[in-house]
């Protein structure tokens, strides 16, 4: 009996000194030496951890210094353990500090003093006990009753306790079983509070060469050395178990060792998104103060709001011990608990200037984002809408990953709850979307570097389906989860930050090379970016530690707006190269108008000289005719034979034109042709001289009858050849019994007419050509086939008829009895053009009586009426409604009448032709 009473007692003096180790009091101070770290090796304490500017660094100690005594408290030789001595250093503000040092190289011992100094910043604790509320059943006066309030339980002991053991794990191996304590690693488990036996970071730490386990009464002790071994793979320790609940109790105490009363934030950075927090403090009188935080919380009802912050704010007595409770809650599991206390004024301090200086910012890039937002609506180029975007979507995702979108914001439905949580990656993703489309246009890749344009266009699409894919997750609440998860996620880092700098760099290098010059912008503008945003990435985490304590302000907004600043360089770079490019293509237009203006100098450099020509010849005829004078009735037969053969040259030229007209009349589709393809159709047709640049061609194939109107470049003569090449290739293209889509035949038809005017896109080329409409009409499909070269084509239905499927749509017009729809040609000519594409092919089903209207420009563009101004389309299209209750026959009349009614005497300025068809 007095043998096993022995053996008990033994266990205990050797268990104790581990089981009472930990401490569950925060030690709040208000004042600091400077010395935050020391090592304690071979029973000496030595600096290890200095801060500049400190009292401690003030006063004359040096790193390495060992510390025999702290207010004459002796520390070496004593076994003091490292909290110790941080208890010793830290204390109230203004108090002195009395140390006692050894220095190496010194003889004698070396004597301190100094006073600490005002500290407000972050102190980080991890001190508290806890008790699970599995059921979550309890209330705080369950919890402040003696029965309860003396089950919260020692983190340091659940560190250190076996929940359970994997079957054939290295620990099942050698014995360790669950309930099992492990008592001679506790100091190593105290370190911080994420070190636990069942820790992955714990296995990495170096103990020593055996440990120690309580089971029952029993000490078993392992003589090798567990992490070289992976002795405790396998094991789930008490605390991780603990921690894996939805909802548990923290009983924290505070030591408080300050100056003054002073209201402080406790702080929980661990809280995942979906946690609520209900801080419990009981007054002297007896009542239960609440305070609540956390997103599942309203932003009204929550203790303090700041940032993404799960904050409470809590009054601290100086000089007194002060106990509150935590109900921490969670929709999965609440994890390890760490917690942050700062001075509340030290926060709002700092965030009145932060604020200041990133919503300054921010201001900025909104501002310049509207402002190429006008430009886009005003030059119609994407390139401006798809950089005005991306700085809107820059903007928005350093507001949400600043942490501000929660003080807006809270988890009161599923809208929220997704907005929240996805905010970060959505924004992110959207920045780079908007990136790569900048990069696409600016750099011009779909025209110049096709290769690298489709590789953009694939990984945009890969963004895109990530986009969606966290949308439907959020919405449906599914998760990937696993190593598939992890995976994607690296996946996607890599497609939203590193892939898209490599596909936009290479090819801007590419463009310089080919003396591309905005392309340097470009270049540049990344180039600067990348250093900048990893080097605030890697300091990005929050923090008013005691290394901020004697930063500057000015450094301290340079710190956290270093992104910021990253940014708007990008964006002003960007935005001088954008300036460059508008530069470049306004010098281009310049030179293609210095080209025309020259030309146009030349035909009347051209002209004068024929007048000049003329003049002298009349003149010397003048001169001749009055020196002839005394001869005029003897030369009078010579000059009625001169005369008549001025009349005979003058009315060769007329009969030249005129037989022109002939032949232009003459390859024309005749009357009868038409009569006998279309059972009703007008075709209005009015030169404005002689001959026409307009022609129509009308020609039945199969079933199928193809209807053309075409505008050539110029009027007159000139523009009769031009309407003679077309005519005569659209022959040449359209044979009998071969048709091809419309599209096609435009681009054969430009083809040729390359070929034929030797238009190989230099700079010097004529731009002549022709702008056409050809609709394909199957007589027995009842189908309408439709491409144009800037020329559009009119369909105009009855109200009976509509079917809501009508091309068009968006620029429709409302008529009476009819609607008219508009099919848009592409704007690029029959010719050379700076970017050429394949012409559109538009197919339209027809229904009985619907009208069809191809035309060129020249009725529109007239000028008359009472201001004498152009007839507009609007007016046409309401024109065409307006006779739409009458025959072909009388809609021409009604046409016709209305042009010259509007043009009064105003000379006609081009040609017209319009044709109208109904089915």
């Known amino acids: 009996m007095i043998s096993c009473l022995l053996r008990l007692f033994a266990i205990a003096l050797l268990v104790w000194p581990a089981l009472t180790f930990g401490q569950t009091e925060i030690i709040v101070y208000d004042g600091y030496t400077g010395i935050f770290n020391t090592s304690i090796q071979n029973d000496t304490a030595s600096v290890t951890s200095l801060l500049p500017e400190s009292p401690a660094e003030k006063a004359g100690i040096k790193l390495r210094d060992q510390i025999i005594a702290i207010n004459d408290s002796a520390i070496s030789g004593r076994g003091v353990g490292q909290r110790v001595i941080q208890d010793l250093l830290i204390n109230r503000s203004g108090e002195p500090v009395d140390l006692l040092i050894k220095r190496k190289g010194v003889d004698s011992l070396m004597h301190f003093s100094f006073c600490r100094e005002p500290y407000l910043h972050q102190i980080e604790a991890y001190e508290f006990k806890y008790l699970i509320d599995s059921l979550e059943l309890w209330d705080i006066s369950h919890i402040m009753s003696d029965s309860l309030d003396s089950l919260f339980y020692d983190p340091l002991m659940a560190k250190s306790r076996v929940y359970s053991v994997e079957e054939g794990s290295p620990a099942a191996k050698i014995g360790i079983l669950p309930g099992d304590q492990v008592i001679s690693l506790m100091e190593e488990l105290d370190k911080d509070y994420y070190y636990h036996i069942s820790s992955g970071v714990f296995n990495s730490v170096t103990v020593d060469t055996s440990f120690t386990i309580l089971r029952g009464d029993s000490l078993i002790h392992y003589d090798f050395e567990p992490s070289l071994n992976n002795s405790f793979n396998g094991i789930e320790s008490q605390f991780q178990k603990d921690f894996s609940y939805p909802c548990a109790w923290l009983k924290i105490k505070t030591v408080n060792r300050i100056s003054e009363n002073l209201t402080y934030l406790v702080n929980l950075p661990g809280m995942a998104g979906t946690d609520s927090v209900y801080f419990f403090q009981e007054t002297p009188s007896g009542d239960i103060i609440v305070k609540r935080s956390g997103i599942l919380i309203p932003l009204d009802e929550r203790a303090f709001i700041y940032k993404d912050w799960h904050a409470i704010p809590v009054t601290l007595i100086k000089g007194t011990e002060q106990t509150f409770y935590i109900r921490w809650k969670a929709e999965s599991q609440i994890g390890a608990p760490v917690m942050h206390l700062i001075a509340q004024e030290t926060i709002v301090r700092h965030d009145r200037t932060e604020r200041m200086v990133l919503f300054a910012l921010l201001g900025m890039m909104s501002i310049i984002s509207c402002f190429f937002l006008i430009l886009f609506f005003a030059l119609r180029d994407r390139q401006y809408i798809y950089f005005s975007l991306y700085i809107l979507s820059f903007a928005s995702f350093l507001f949400v990953s600043e942490g501000y979108l929660e003080e807006f914001l809270w988890r009161k439905n599923v809208f929220e709850s997704i907005i929240i949580s996805g905010a970060q990656p959505f924004t992110l993703s959207l920045v780079t979307i908007f990136f790569l489309l900048f990069g696409i246009s600016y750099l011009e890749l779909r025209q110049k570097l096709s290769g690298w344009y489709w590789s953009v266009v694939v990984l945009l699409g890969l963004i895109g389906v990530r986009v969606v894919a966290m949308l439907l997750g959020s919405i449906l609440g599914f998760e990937i989860g696993g190593l598939f998860e992890d995976v994607v996620l690296v996946v996607w880092a890599f497609s939203v930050a590193i892939i898209p700098l490599f596909l936009l760099i290479l090819p801007a290098m590419f463009r310089i090379r080919a003396g591309f010059k905005p392309a340097w912008y470009f270049l540049i503008a990344n180039i600067v970016l990348i250093p900048l945003a990893i080097i605030t990435i890697d300091s990005s985490s929050f923090s008013l530690t005691a290394h901020t304590l004697n930063e500057s302000v000015l450094f301290r907004i340079l710190h956290v707006s270093g992104i910021y600043i990253a940014a708007i360089l990008q964006i002003l770079i960007f935005s001088i190269g954008l300036a460059r490019k508008m530069r470049l293509d306004e010098q281009e237009k310049k030179i293609a108008q210095k080209r025309i203006i020259d030309q146009l100098k030349e035909n009347e450099k051209l002209k004068d000289k024929v007048n000049r020509e003329l003049e002298q010849k009349v003149q010397e005829r003048t001169k001749e005719i009055s020196e002839q004078k005394e001869e005029i009735e003897s030369q009078r037969d010579e000059i009625e034979a001169q005369r008549d053969l001025v009349f005979a040259q003058k009315k060769e030229i007329t009969d030249s034109i005129g037989y022109a007209q002939r032949i232009q009349a003459a390859i024309l589709p005749h009357k009868t042709y038409l009569d006998r393809v279309f059972p009703e159709y007008f075709v209005l047709y009015k030169p404005r001289d002689v001959v026409s640049g307009d022609f129509y061609w009308i020609k039945e194939v199969n079933s199928s009858i193809i209807i053309v109107a075409a505008d050539c470049t110029g009027h007159g003569v000139p523009g009769a050849f031009m309407s003679m090449l077309g005519i005569t290739l659209l022959n040449e293209l359209l044979v009998e019994g071969s048709i091809d889509k ?93 970017e050429e594409t394949n012409f559109t092919n538009q197919v339209v089903r027809l229904k009985e009586n619907d009208s069809v209207y191809v035309f060129s420009d020249g009725f529109v563009d007239q000028y008359g009426g009472d201001h004498r101004k152009k007839f507009k389309t609007w007016k046409f299209k309401e024109l065409l409604l307006s006779v739409q209750e009458e025959s072909m026959k009388k809609q021409k009349q009604l046409i016709e009448e209305t042009f010259e009614m509007w043009r009064g005497n105003i000379e006609q300025i081009d040609d017209v032709c319009v044709i109208g068809v109904r089915v």
Do not use: C
């Open 742 to 834: 419309p599209g096609e035949i435009l681009g054969q038809l430009r083809t040729k007419v390359k070929a034929m005017l030797v238009q190989e896109g230099n700079i010097r080329d004529q731009k002549d050509g022709m702008d056409m409409a050809i609709a394909v009409i199957d007589k027995e499909k009842r189908e309408l086939q439709f491409a144009g070269a800037y020329n559009p084509l009119y369909l105009i239905r009855d109200k009976e008829q509509l079917t809501g499927k009508e091309p068009g749509s968006a620029t429709s017009v409302k008529g009476e009895t009819s609607w008219l729809f508009e099919l848009k040609g592409d704007k690029q000519p029959i010719g050379i053009h700076w």
